[in-house]
T-cell receptor, first 114, second 114 residues
Framework: DAGVIQSPRHEVTEMGQEVTLRCKPISGHNSLFWYRQTMMRGLELLIY????????DSGMPEDRFSAKMPNASFSTLKIQPSEPRDSAVYFCAASARPPLNTIYFGEGSWLTVV | ELKVEQNPLFLSMQEGKNYTIYCNYSTTSDRLYWYRQDPGKSLESLFV?????AVKQEGRLMASLDTKARLSTLHITAAVHDLSATYFC??????????????FGKGTHLIIQP
């Protein structure tokens, strides 16, 4: 199994531009999470999906952030317009239903907004 | 709001020594996770602890969970340099409908010196 696959791995963009981060979860893992990691705030849960349905998006910082999961094998996190304070590592993670419960993280998308 | 506190946040130790990292959390949960993160890398799952009294060991690392005390420990035995990394604990507020996402501690930055 290839694990959780994220793209792009690195992105540098100018303030105001739209950024789209992509995630392909592990096949059969029905829970998908988007996390953001920064030095100041650590790891924060942005949103999670169960069976492609958004369950809790209370961690999404602003309306500039949106996430979709159109099918079981693909999710996107979009920032529009981007700002320098959005610079962070964005992780996608996935887990299967209990009792397996291990939550697997992708390699992350390193975003720099200048 | 669930709070997860780790201590210490920074730890420098010598090879061959033993040490324990502590993880306290503020509300009832019986699912606790330990992850390892190397600089610039993703999070690697170490342990998933699913019940009170759970103990798991892998090599020089051993994790335990006391749900009554809301405390988990990660014990390092006879540390070696390769264990240098940042270790995170995280609590899952599982509600029966699938994983609810993890709340992470700030991480313990561990340096093991020869």
């Amino acid at each position: 199994d290839a694990g959780v696959i994220q793209s792009p791995r690195h992105e540098v963009t100018e303030m105001g531009q739209e950024v789209t981060l992509r995630c392909k979860p592990i096949s059969g893992h029905n829970s998908l999470f988007w996390y953001r990691q920064t030095m100041m705030r650590g790891l924060e849960l942005l949103i999670y999906f169960n069976n492609n349905v958004p369950i809790d998006d209370s961690g999404m910082p602003e309306d500039r952030f949106s996430a979709k999961m159109p099918n079981a094998s693909f999710s996107t996190l979009k920032i529009q317009p981007s700002e320098p304070r959005d610079s962070a590592v964005y992780f996608c993670a996935a887990s299967a239903r209990p009792p397996l419960n291990t939550i697997y993280f992708g390699e992350g998308s390193w975003l720099t907004v200048v | 709001e669930l709070k997860v506190e780790q201590n210490p946040l920074f730890l420098s130790m010598q090879e061959g020594k033993n040490y324990t990292i502590y993880c306290n959390y503020s509300t009832t949960s019986d699912r606790l996770y330990w992850y390892r993160q190397d600089p610039g890398k993703s999070l690697e799952s170490l342990f998933v602890l699913l019940s009170n009294g759970a103990v798991k060991q892998e090599g020089r690392l051993m994790a335990s969970l006391d749900t009554k005390a809301r405390l988990s420990t990660l014990h390092i035995t006879a540390a070696v340099h390769d264990l240098s990394a940042t270790y995170f604990c995280a609590v899952d507020m599982y509600s029966g409908g699938g994983a609810d996402g993890l709340t992470f501690g700030k991480g313990t930055h561990l340096i093991i010196q020869p």
